[in-house]
């Protein structure tokens, strides 16, 4: 079975620091890796996904991701975090042999503090 | 304007009413999804459907019921047997392959009166 977990309910940065969004995940195949934002009242937006390959991944708004493996984790990360970038952030898995529905986790509420 | 949109934004139901939340694609995915959003919660899965005519029970598909009679629709109905509708609902749609990501509609807010 699938699962994803994102172990901080909420994430406090300033705003120009460094942000990391934490993300967990079990698959029994192969896994494909996902980032959503949520905005207030809003659907979920793409911000990148992993597939094969580098296990640095960048994606929209100058966010980027590292996957590793060996500690099944797909950490989403910001060098300079902005206030608009406050939001809820989502992590999702999809099983590449095995499944084809996306597994989400929680959520984790990122606020960036001006 | 490729997208994935659904209507109403806001429904009011009164108790015991059945209600249908529309999800329309034109972006030519073959698959769907509905989800439930609870207030500080992630997205649990309602009922999905790889290809017309065919859809399947997600995680909490009591007291729903959807149909998929065309590539672009996908509508939902939460009936009289679903006792806590209230939530916002978002319908998403992908391509058939795992490797691709969903496409999310604006959501829809469903309130009890």
């Known amino acids: 079975a699938q699962s994803v977990a994102q172990p901080e309910d909420q994430v406090n940065v300033a705003e120009g620091n460094p942000l990391t969004v934490k993300c967990t995940y079990s698959?029994?195949?192969?896994?494909?890796l996902f980032w959503y934002v949520q905005y207030p009242n809003r659907g979920l937006q793409f911000l990148l996904k992993y597939i094969t390959g580098d296990n640095l991944v960048k994606g929209s708004y100058g966010f980027e991701a590292e996957f590793n493996k060996s500690q099944t984790s797909f950490h989403l990360k910001k060098p300079s975090a902005l206030v608009s970038d406050s939001a809820l952030y989502f992590c999702?898995?999809?099983?590449?042999?095995?499944?084809?529905?996306?597994?989400f986790g929680p959520g984790t509420r990122l606020s960036v503090l001006p | 304007d490729g997208g994935i949109t659904q209507s109403p934004k806001y429904l009011f139901r009164k108790e015991g009413q059945n209600v249908t939340l529309s999800c329309e694609q034109n972006l030519n995915h073959d698959a769907m999804y509905w989800y439930r959003q609870d207030p500080g919660q992630g997205l649990r899965l309602i009922y999905y459907s790889q290809i017309v005519n065919d859809f399947q029970k997600g995680d909490i598909a009591e007291g729903y019921s959807v149909s998929r009679e065309k590539k672009e629709s996908f509508p939902l109905t939460v009936t009289s047997a679903q006792k806590n509708p209230t939530a916002f609902y978002l319908c998403a749609s992908s391509k058939g392959h795992p490797n691709t990501e969903a496409f999310f509609g604006q959501g829809t807010r469903l309130t009890v009166v």
């Open positions: 698959v029994s195949g192969n896994p494909y």
């Open positions: 999702a898995v999809r099983d590449g042999d095995y499944g084809q529905n996306f597994v």
